[in-house]
């Protein structure tokens, strides 16, 4: 059997659907142009800076952790770009450039590389970060400080911070409208409602991120809001004022739908969504935290492992 | 290559081609000057001397060759020759055979011993005779110790996307595969004939004295374990197969080749392959068992490149061979060939938990758990928690993986090592 010509031999199957890792990237980071698009003007420069330094420096802790670990080199795929750009939109404007290289650094190595890379991490990377963030350095996530250079056209107080400390009857200010729009203080890119939500409908239908978590996110900010609203609307805002406004959408959309770090059966995803909703409501409504959707996601992570256990029963299992 | 449409959200639906209009002759491939026979045995047989055959020898068509006497593993020699030479092969995962090569002589001799045999005893004459007949017909349906056999079904439709060979059988060759189905029932005693068959064909198939079922169009609705759940009803628990419930499946071809080969007291040797070209084009064509496949891309013109693959069976089962020296066998139901330009890659990244296998595995085996413990070897944990022998081997896990995992090769291969790991600790 001497053959000159040499064949491809591998397993089936022959045929691959075309889908990759890093054409998932780029379509997060498509998804996420309405928003940082949005945020870029309204903060100019500043904005930009932090956006461009957290990409580039995540990549480049990346790319030192593959050479350190003496793995294949995996900025190809897009994930580390992609956790440069979702951390920079949960920023506020100006953020110390030292800030934001720190917060890559705990993304990329702590959240996402010690674990051994994509698809190890137990943890949404981001989140990771942005919590060690917040706790180290509160001061620079107080968005009425943080931004009090700004003077745009419209209420300038972070709407959380004021809902926090004066009750409902200081956000009255705040049009349902206004916040769909973006008129609102917050990071660069978690505060263009509409954009985000074009963003994330758009991964919606293209099968990227999973719309049951989403979905029962939002269900779950929208209920538990809902509840102490009516219990006493002095204190506490109403469900549409908690999805517009912080973190929520963003959340709902970029972060509870992180693949590895969030269960893929039916029910387990409902479950994790809903959590991660009730416990942002609870922490910012009863909670000494302003924004609730940081921690509420870190600790639905933490069970997640133990939701996907509730999965369908293989058919043909025996026992 | 079907790709992801843009509505990712959407399950990709990969639909069984179908054969609607009236059909051309399939093309003839003329006999080549060898054939190889690959028989299913082990080679150690070989060096014992015993076997009735010997390099030098001579055969006559449709003669049945085999290395120890009675009741063994044979072939059906295809042409009149001498047997050339007798060399150990081997298949993938360890599979022995021992490929059998004849030069053949233009003219051609008949043996007459399956038209004595087959006049006395259908049974004897399709178990000793026709196992290896286009189509080819599973050994444990004709062996001596088999269990009652509950239900037979003949596949009018090819379990894997783009073949349409048995759907061909059933438009050109209906008439024999009613023969072949009444001479089953006598031979198999088998309680219950089912025909399962696209609904397109459901005219066509009504001849057969059998019950007509149909078979959806949505891949993987006509592999076996499928079936037997859809149209039988019958779920196969995980680790048994389908002959442990007493359910056989035999295709339409193999159908046909038992029904000519009872009408006219010869053994059929020409097997019908559909033949996909790079540009995906099919034609039909109709060549001896053991035609290497070189002989039948000369005819259709077919040019192979460096690093191209050729593939013997669907595009989501089959299996990809290195040679074109490779026979035609049996159950060579196609042959499709792929440029190396549009073959996908695979790749050893990790999973990334998307998802995407959970959602399109039609027996929810948790994949996404599963292959963590493949990629690290832990077959025994694999298939004590996370439903690895559940898994029907459609392949399409790894066609929606984003991340490019050959997670069907890593099932494939788990359950290939516990059957020998099972094997050794028996003995």
Known sequence: MINAKKFTVSHAPFWHDGSGISSRSYNIMIATLPAIIAGLLMYGMPALAVVCLSISSAMIWELLMNLATKRPISIGDGNAGVIGILLAMLLPAGTPWWIVITGTFFAVVIGKE??????????????????????????????????????????????????????????????????????????????FGLGIIIGGIYLIIRGIIRWEISASFLAGIFITALLFNISDPDRFAGPFFHILTGYTLIGAFFLATEDSSSPVNFIPMLIYGAGAGVMTVLIRNIGIYIDGVIFAILVMNLVNPLLDKIRPKAIGKVG | MIKKSFIGLAKPRLMYETLESLLPEPQNIAIPEKVTLLLETDPALLSGGQGSIKEKDKVKTGQKLTLAEQNAEYVIAT???????????????????????????PDEEINGDFAKVAEKNLFNGIRDFLLSCPGGIPRPLFSENRGKVKTLVVCGIDNDLLITTSQHMVKAEMNSIKDGIDILKKATAAEKIIFVVPRHLQHEASAADASIKIIDLQYPAALPRMIMKDVLGQVVPAGRTCEDLGVFFISAEAAASIGTAFKNGVIPLNKKITVIKKDGTATVVSARIGTPLSNIFTALNINLNEKDRIILGGPMTGSAVYSTEHPVLPDTDAIIIQDSLAMPSVSDYPCINCGECIRICPVNVPINMLVRLLEAGLYQEAADEYDLMACIECGLCAYVCPAKIPIFQYIRLAKYELARLQVEEEA
């Open chain 1, 114 to 191: 010690i674990y051994g890379g994509i698809g190890s991490n137990p943890f949404n990377p981001v989140v990771v970060a942005i919590a060690i963030l917040m706790v180290s350095w509160k001061d620079f996530f107080d968005f009425d400080q943080a931004l009090l250079n700004y003077d745009l056209n419209f209420v300038m107080v972070y709407p959380l911070a004021a809902l926090k400390h004066f009750g409902t009857s200081a956000i009255g200010g705040f049009s349902i409208f206004d916040l769909l729009l973006g008129k609102q203080m917050g990071g660069i890119g978690s505060t």
């Open chain 2, 79 to 105: 042409v009149t020759g001498t047997i050339s030479s007798i060399t150990p092969f081997t298949g993938n995962f360890g599979k022995q055979y021992i490929a059998i090569s004849i030069a053949a002589v």
